[in-house]
C-alpha cells in the first residue's frame, strides 16, 4: 500500500488547510524506471523526431516525441524531464507532459526540443529521462473541520473538536494542532 503525504497546516483561527505532495516516479536511462518508482514499470521506449530546423552555423533542433511503455498501473499527470547525457547536445526544451499513461505503450503528443550538431546521432539512450506524476494510489483528500472559528481574549482556554472532520475513503484520521502567534507576540501575553 501506498501512503499519500499531505502538509497539513493549522492556522491560528483553528482551520486546517491540507495540501497533496506530487509523487515521484524514478527516472530511467533505456531500463525501466527504479528509483521512486515503486512499480519499475515505466519507460522511455524511443523517441520519434516530429520536426527539424537547420540552423546557419551547422547545428540542428530537432522537435521529438516520446514513446512510452508502462508495465504497471495508469497513471495521471505524467511530467517527464529530458536530460543529455551526450556531448554536442544541448536540450532546449526539457519537458514533456502527459494528461494521462495508461497500461501499455503511448505516444506523447507533447514534445520536446533539441539542438545538436548536424552530423550526431541522438538515439534514446543519449538521453536521461526523470518522471514525475501523481500518486496512483492516491485517495480522495480528507475534509478538514476544526469547528467554528473562535475569537478569544487573551488567558481564555479554546477548545478545538476536529470530530466532525471526514475522510470519504474511509481511512483514519488523526488530528494535530499547533499554535502559530502573530509578529512580535509570546503565549505568555
Known amino acids: 500500500m501506498h501512503t499519500r503525504i499531505w502538509s497539513v497546516l493549522v492556522l491560528f483561527s483553528g482551520l486546517l488547510v491540507f495540501a497533496p505532495t506530487a509523487f515521484s516516479i524514478g527516472s530511467n536511462d533505456g531500463g525501466y524506471a527504479g528509483g521512486g518508482d515503486p512499480y519499475g514499470k515505466i519507460k522511455v521506449a524511443g523517441i520519434r523526431a516530429v520536426s527539424r530546423e537547420r540552423l546557419g552555423n551547422g547545428y ?62 541522438v538515439r534514446s539512450r543519449d538521453l536521461k529521462f526523470k518522471f514525475s506524476s501523481d500518486d496512483p494510489d492516491a485517495n480522495e483528500a480528507p475534509v478538514a473541520d476544526a469547528g467554528m472559528d473562535q475569537t478569544v481574549d487573551t488567558g481564555v482556554t479554546v477548545s478545538l473538536d476536529g470530530s466532525a472532520s471526514s475522510d470519504a475513503d474511509g481511512d483514519p484520521l488523526t488530528y494535530s494542532w499547533s499554535l502559530q502567534l502573530p509578529p512580535n507576540s509570546n503565549r505568555s501575553e
Request: proline residues 2%; aromatic residues 4%.
Open 60 to 121: 540542428v533542433d530537432i522537435t521529438y516525441r516520446l514513446k512510452i511503455k508502462n508495465r504497471g498501473p495508469a497513471l495521471t499527470n505524467v511530467v517527464v524531464t529530458v536530460f543529455s547525457k551526450k556531448h554536442g547536445v544541448e536540450i532546449l526544451d526539457d519537458t514533456v507532459t502527459l494528461a494521462e499513461v495508461g497500461t501499455g505503450v503511448v505516444m506523447s503528443s507533447d514534445t520536446f526540443k533539441l539542438r545538436k550538431k548536424k552530423k550526431t546521432r
